[in-house]
């Protein structure tokens, strides 16, 4: 809340810096007997508001990063020996009972007296730290507008200044995306590290068993929990290729008949149509997955006498494939665009037909592109969540049959980090693990696609 | 012979010919085959959701002669508004059902006559009693909130045909409705208390609005972040940027975090926002960051394009009479540019409304009843409301869950409408 309240008070200070600056600037320019500025008066005003803003914004920021940590060693400090003779974990879960009373989370039931009197000691100390903190970060402020403010000279170039901090802001921006990337290849990463001191990466990468949830405490018998990730590779590989046969079809097809046979009214209406497909949520489509097309399909065995699962791979690979059609179709459709007029006409002006020309000349030409767009397709429907979740099952079933159920990758994540969680132990951490394969299966995708689709674009340009 | 053979050729060519023709004729049909049968999916899509949703936006009342006895809603002889809030509605509607139906004595019927009427009907006669104490000691016809199985019943999704045991609404719940209906007591109206509640275990008591304002914030928070850093980005790339290799891993990167599945997002937020920033769980502030670093890479990749269009013409004139380079992009190219990225920014928006599975990862998936206050309250947002209705086995809920994808729908269909617009008249320039 302090932290709120000082960024509002921070704000409202560099709007009245800004507009001192500016007068400043103004004032000065009189004086001096009309001597003109370098720059407008209002660059003055921005130089001024950023010197209040910046230094004072990174105090602010790094205060409260480290607030925590500096209230946790002061109040335990101020516990007895035998309080902090405990373990980490005990320690850990001491200071949380103290802290959410301290905070008014809990009541005081079930805490003992040293725990009340820290929890007072904590109410303190973060009263005080607050109060200094918002201290500090106006005087950084006022500090940092009035050297603004003292330096403002006509000579002075404000505007060059300003525009340089404003680049530096637009850098900053845009290495937001690589801080992005870092931030998921580390969390993952560190994670996942942490998985697989506890169960070995072979186990996890050639095991034929998956049952994280045996390993929900630790003192059951077979309590290890096995971590073999090869059924959710193949059952996540089972939808996609599902997913694939509806959606490559379907999507190549439309896409041949949109850009080589459609008039140009029919292509207008009917690709914006098509592409509402991608725009429908997931989670409608696992909706409509899971109620409606795993029943039927469910309905429709049973009528030629065969045993489908309730939530067979079969279903969600199907709605999960209706789902990419318009991926498909885009992609191809650039790609066959792309081919050039020239081939086409050669082809037509020996005799052939139009769909000769099409198999025997604009495909094969076409061919690398396309497959870069399935190889997209395809990291689409690995990375797909809802839809499986909603509609493929939990259990880990090596098999390849489409009518049983089969568990994802990305099912096992959701089910292993969604409800209560300990962050300890190999059954959470094992999300991560997952995540990590996830993301690098995709990443390696994405990135023999886009070479595949850019080698094959520079063929023709 | 010469002209034998050439006949021969012909008559070859011509069977060939007819072969290929019927193959190009063919081959066509295939290609308006794919094209209807991306139309038929998505008919049938919409059509599903739309013949499941409509009757969740009515809801029935019963008429129910209400004795708002003094004694059966426990109250003392002077009693006091506090008094009003705490009595025993529930008991006083129970008479009047028992009242209505004199011949059911079984308790186990009891218990089913109970069931024909909502456990809120209880609250709704509370307010009035509350608003209006002179009603203890009368006799009233209200309308009450009827039973989601009731309800189902009487709008005829209940099929006697079936066998009783498989179905909730029991025969002498259905005599029992039928007799009101004839009575005219019984009426449908439109359900307002889904647009205006909370999540709620009863179907028929179960709104979108704390769903609906957790989305709210979650997009504000999106937008607030998505916008100007994924703007400046752009600026930066299309017009500052040297070509280096810093510029290059800047570029690769936004190009692959575009295709990174959104689940890896999730867990991004959970590891760093959660973990080790410690900022709450469940909030749409979380969510909402989240959501920004998933968008960024759409809202970054458009402003390029929008930018890159801005005639030459434009950056010329400006930096001709003097402007500096960042005056010439902020007063001249960045307003050409703006419908271009505005387009951009709402079908990313669009995007992030629609998402569900990072926001699974950081815990955005609690029953929330309560409308939150600000965007570190605990929330849900109307895509995940989706999932945990679409979860619950009751047909009450299947039918709030349609309508409920419904209203999502339909904003989707506007932030697209909106982004449309804006390319439409971007193009005319």
């Keep these: 809340m302090q932290t709120i309240t000082a960024f509002l ?125 918002i201290i500090v970060v106006l005087v950084a402020a006022v500090a940092g507008a009035l050297l603004a403010l003292r330096r403002i000279k006509p000579t002075l170039r404000a505007r060059n200044h300003v525009e340089n901090m404003l680049e530096w802001m637009l850098f900053i921006c845009s290495f937001i995306a690589v801080l992005t990337t870092l931030g998921i290849v580390l969390s993952v990463l560190f994670e996942a590290v942490r998985f697989f001191q506890a169960v070995p990466v072979t186990d996890f990468l050639f095991g034929l068993q998956w049952s994280p949830q045996m390993a929900i405490r630790s003192d059951q018998v077979g309590a290890a929990g096995s971590f073999g990730f090869i059924p959710l590779l193949v059952g996540t590989l089972l939808i996609s290729i599902v997913a694939l046969f509806i ?120 061919l690398p592109g396309i497959v870069g767009g399935i190889l997209l397709a395809a990291s689409r429907a690995i990375g797909e969540t809802m839809i499986v979740v909603m509609a493929a099952g939990l259990s880990a079933k090596l098999t390849i049959n489409p009518l049983e159920a089969v568990t994802t990758i990305t099912v096992q994540i959701v089910t292993l980090l969604v409800g209560d969680q300990e962050f300890d132990s190999p059954k959470t951490l094992a999300a991560f693990a997952l995540g990590l394969v996830l993301f690098f299966v995709t990443l390696l995708l994405n990135i023999v696609a886009l070479y595949v689709v850019r080698r094959y674009r520079e063929q023709y340009e | 012979m010469n002209s034998n053979e050439d006949y021969r050729t012909t008559a070859l060519i011509q069977a060939s010919l007819r072969k290929r023709y019927a193959r190009e004729r063919r081959f066509r049909l295939y290609g308006m085959l794919a094209v ?57 509607i129970k008479r009047s059902l028992r009242e209505m139906f004199p011949d059911v004595s079984i308790r186990a019927e009891k218990r089913r006559l109970y069931r024909l009427i909502s456990i809120g009907a209880e609250y709704s006669l509370r307010d009035m009693v509350v608003a209006d104490p002179a009603l203890v000691g009368k006799k009233r016809n209200i309308w009450l909130l009827a039973h989601s199985e009731a309800s189902s019943y009487l709008k005829g999704q209940v099929a006697a045909a079936t066998e009783e045991a498989e179905r909730k609404v029991k025969d002498v719940q259905m005599r029992w409705l039928n007799a009101l209906r004839e009575e005219g007591r019984t009426e449908l109206r439109f359900n307002t208390t889904f647009f205006l509640a909370g999540d709620s275990r009863e179907p028929e008591l179960a709104g979108i609005k704390a769903a609906l304002v957790g989305s709210l914030y979650t997009l504000l928070v999106t ?114 540019a703006m419908p271009g990225i505005l387009t951009g920014s709402i079908i990313g928006m669009a995007q992030a409304l629609g998402e569900t599975a990072p926001l699974l990862m950081i815990g955005m998936v609690a029953f929330i009843m309560e409308v939150p206050a600000g965007v570190t309250d605990p929330a849900t947002v109307l895509p995940v409301q989706i999932f945990l209705w679409a979860d619950s086995p009751e047909r009450g809920f299947t039918e709030k869950t349609s309508a409920a994808i419904m209203v999502l729908m339909a904003f989707l269909i506007m932030m697209n409408a909106a982004a449309v617009y804006l390319r439409r008249r971007f193009e005319r320039k």
């Design chain 1, 9 to 133: 008070v921070l704000i409202a200070f560099c709007v009245v810096s800004f507009f001192l600056g500016r007068t400043r600037s103004q004032l000065i320019a009189k004086t001096r007997g009309g001597a003109s500025l370098h720059s407008l008066p209002k660059h003055y005003g921005y130089m001024a508001a950023a010197w209040a803003f910046l230094p004072s914004i990174a105090i602010l920021l790094v205060w409260t990063g480290l607030e925590s940590s500096l209230i946790y060693s002061s109040v335990v400090s101020g516990l007895t020996p035998e309080v902090r003779a405990l373990s980490t974990d005990q320690l850990g879960l001491y200071y949380n009972q103290l802290q959410s009373f301290a905070l008014n989370q809990i009541d005081e039931f079930g805490l003992d007296e040293a725990q009340i009197a820290a929890a007072q000691h904590y109410r303190e100390i973060s009263a005080s730290l607050a109060y200094k903190k």
């Design chain 1, 247 to 366: 959606a490559v079809p379907v999507g190549l097809m439309s896409a041949i008949y949109l850009s080589e046979y459609a008039s140009r009214r029919f292509r207008a209406v009917t690709k914006p149509v098509l592409e509402v497909l991608a725009g429908v949520p997931t989670v409608v489509y696992g909706f409509f997955a899971a109620l409606t097309v795993a029943p039927f399909i469910r309905r429709l065995g049973e009528s030629m006498g065969l045993s489908v699962a309730s939530e067979s791979a079969l279903a969600a690979g199907l709605v999960m494939g209706i789902m990419i059609i318009p991926f498909v179709m885009s992609l191809s459709d650039d790609i066959i665009n792309a081919v050039p007029d020239s081939l086409r006409e050669a082809s037509l002006g020996m005799g052939a037909t139009m769909s000769e020309t099409i198999r025997r000349v604009v495909l094969p030409a076409a």
């Design chain 2, 36 to 92: 209807l049968a991306g139309f038929v999916f998505l008919f049938l899509l919409l059509a599903d959701i739309i013949i499941k949703g409509t009757p969740a936006f009515t809801q029935h009342y019963i008429k129910v002669t209400v004795d708002f006895d003094r004694d059966s809603l426990g109250l003392p002889q002077n009693f006091t508004s506090e008094d009003l809030a705490r009595a025993d509605y529930g008991a006083v």
């Design chain 2, 223 to 336: 937008f607030c972040l998505a916008f100007p850093i994924g703007v400046m980005a752009a600026i930066y790339l299309e017009e500052f940027a040297p070509r280096n290799r810093l510029t290059d891993l800047i570029e690769i990167n936004i190009n692959n975090l575009a295709a990174v599945p959104s689940i890896v997002f999730g867990l991004l937020g959970l590891a760093v926002f959660i973990n080790f920033f410690e900022l709450p769980r469940s909030a749409p502030l979380v969510g909402g960051i989240v959501l920004a670093l998933m968008t960024l890479p759409t809202i970054i990749i458009t402003s390029r394009a929008a930018i890159q269009a801005v005639p030459p013409s434009i950056h010329e004139a400006a930096l001709g009479v003097g402007a500096s380079k960042l005056q010439t992009i902020l007063h001249h190219v960045l307003p050409v």
